[in-house]
């Protein structure tokens, strides 16, 4: 049990910075995919 104690914060931590590194991840492909759809749109807009 005390070694549980000891792993916890660790797997905690560890769980929180894959976490973190998948959101960013996925904000960095909303982040294109956003631009590429306005990017369409002016493209549209535009009369390309």
Known sequence: DNLAD???PL???INY???KEKCKEAL???QDFLTTIVV???N???GD
Do not use: C, G, P
């Open 6 to 8: 000891k792993l916890n």
């Open 11 to 13: 797997l905690t931590r």
């Open 17 to 19: 910075e894959t976490v």
């Open 28 to 30: 960095d492909e909303i």
């Open 40 to 42: 369409d749109i002016n």
């Open 44 to 46: 549209l807009l535009d």
